[in-house]
């Protein structure tokens, strides 16, 4: 069972449009993390939100933190095929020690 | 090194045979986690180690994977009498103190079992 189940699983979309990407849980998290991970690297730390309601913005890409602390998006404007890899939602649930758990991944292709 | 260090980055091997993968950690960091990334896919826990605390190990899909830790730092997943289903990137992850902080990726290891 996936602690944070993430949607789309995959996402083919052309170059100039907008996307959404979903991670969902049953738990409370302390913060919820987002990564991105390009082909032969390992993921990489985009952004952590902390706060329930937090919004976050990296130039296109907007993070938001569930006023419950259950769940994160990611919204993507006006995407570009540099935008292209896995995205992956990440954290550690309240009252369950610290083991980080991932997300299952929002696998993103941007079409030029 | 500045950044998390795993070898080999490439492991082709003959089933059955045994596979040790290693993994350098960034210095100071006492959480330490394996992963283990099938083509395209999410990441799938296998153990975790946090200082001198007994690792969770409630990932490691067989008895047939182990891992261990030396002095807080190199850790080793050892994989015994491979099958082709363990076939998979193996990714190495650190962080400072504990989960909430970021975590930094090795390039993992691939892992072709023939």
């Known amino acids: 069972t996936q602690l944070l189940e993430q949607s789309p699983q995959f996402l083919s979309i052309q170059e100039g449009e907008n996307l959404t990407v979903y991670c969902n849980s049953s738990?409370?998290?302390?913060?919820l993390q987002w990564y991105r991970q390009e082909p032969g690297e390992g993921p990489v730390l985009l952004v952590t939100?902390?706060?329930?309601?937090e919004v976050k913005k990296l130039k296109r890409l907007t993070f938001q933190f569930g006023d419950a602390r259950k769940d994160s998006s990611l919204h993507i404007t006006a995407a570009q095929p540099g935008d292209t890899g896995l995205y992956l939602c990440?954290?550690?649930?309240?009252?369950?020690?610290?083991?980080?758990?991932f997300g299952t991944g929002t696998s993103l292709t941007v079409i030029p | 090194g500045a950044g998390v260090s795993q070898s080999p980055s490439n492991k082709v091997t003959e089933k059955g045979k045994d596979v040790e993968l290693r993994c350098d950690p960034i210095?100071?960091?006492?959480?330490l986690y394996w992963y283990r990334q099938s083509l395209g896919q999410g990441l799938e826990f296998l153990i975790y180690?946090?200082?001198?605390?007994?690792?969770?190990k409630s990932g490691l899909p067989s008895d047939r994977f182990s891992a261990e830790r030396t002095g807080g730092s190199v850790s080793t997943l050892t994989i015994q009498r491979t099958q082709q289903e363990d076939s998979a990137v193996y990714l190495c992850?650190?962080?400072?103190?504990?989960?909430?902080?970021?975590?930094?990726f090795g390039q993992g290891t691939r892992l072709t079992v023939v």
């Open positions: 992850a650190s962080s400072q103190i504990a989960g909430g902080t970021e975590a930094f």
């Open positions: 210095s100071g960091h006492t959480a």
């Open positions: 939100v902390v706060t329930g309601g």
């Open positions: 738990s409370v998290f302390s913060s």
């Open positions: 990440a954290g550690v649930p309240l009252n369950t020690g610290n083991q980080f758990y």
């Open positions: 180690f946090q200082g001198n605390s007994a690792p969770d």
